[in-house]
C-alpha cells in the first residue's frame, strides 16, 4: 500500500473528491494552508494500493487546475534601503504530490 498525499486548490477539492469516492478510493480532507501565498488549500491523505496508483494519478490530473493567483502586494529591497511593494502573479497549480510507502494499514 502506498499513501498519496495531495495539495491541490480548495476549488478543485469537492469534484476531485466526488470523482475518487466514486471509484471506490478512500479519502480524508484536510484544511491547509500554503507557505508562500498563506492562503488556504486543500491537502488529500489517500491510502491506495499499489496496483491502482496510475489510475489515481490520471483522475487527480483531470481534475486539478493550473491557475494564475495575484498576490498581496510583496516588499522587494532596492539599493538604499528602501522598500518598494508591487504585485505579482504567481501559477498555482494543479497539484502538488507526494507518494509513500505505507508499512503498516491498521483499521481497529
Ligand atoms: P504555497 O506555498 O502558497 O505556494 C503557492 C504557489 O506559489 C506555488 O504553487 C508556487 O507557484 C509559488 N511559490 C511557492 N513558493 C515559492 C517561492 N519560494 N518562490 C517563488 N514562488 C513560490 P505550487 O508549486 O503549485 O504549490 C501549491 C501549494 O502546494 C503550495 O502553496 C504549498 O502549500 C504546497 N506545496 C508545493 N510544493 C510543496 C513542497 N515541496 N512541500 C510542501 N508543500 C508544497
Known amino acids: 500500500m502506498k499513501l498519496l498525499i495531495a495539495i491541490v486548490q480548495d476549488q478543485d477539492a469537492p469534484s ?11 479519502v ?14 486543500t491537502t488529500l ?21 493550473s491557475r494564475e493567483v495575484p498576490t498581496s502586494f510583496v516588499s522587494m529591497s532596492i539599493p538604499g534601503d528602501t ?6 502573479n504567481v501559477q498555482v497549480g494543479g497539484a502538488t504530490i507526494f507518494i509513500l510507502d505505507v508499512e503498516k494499514y491498521l483499521q481497529y
Open 83 to 88: 522598500y518598494m511593494p508591487y504585485p505579482i
Open 28 to 41: 480524508t480532507r484536510l484544511a491547509t494552508s500554503g507557505g508562500f501565498l498563506k492562503a488556504g488549500n
Open 45 to 65: 491523505l489517500m491510502g491506495v494500493d499499489e496496483s491502482r496508483i496510475d489510475e489515481l494519478l490520471e483522475i487527480i490530473k483531470e481534475n486539478c487546475e
Open 16 to 26: 476531485l473528491i466526488d470523482v475518487v469516492t466514486e471509484r471506490d478510493f478512500r
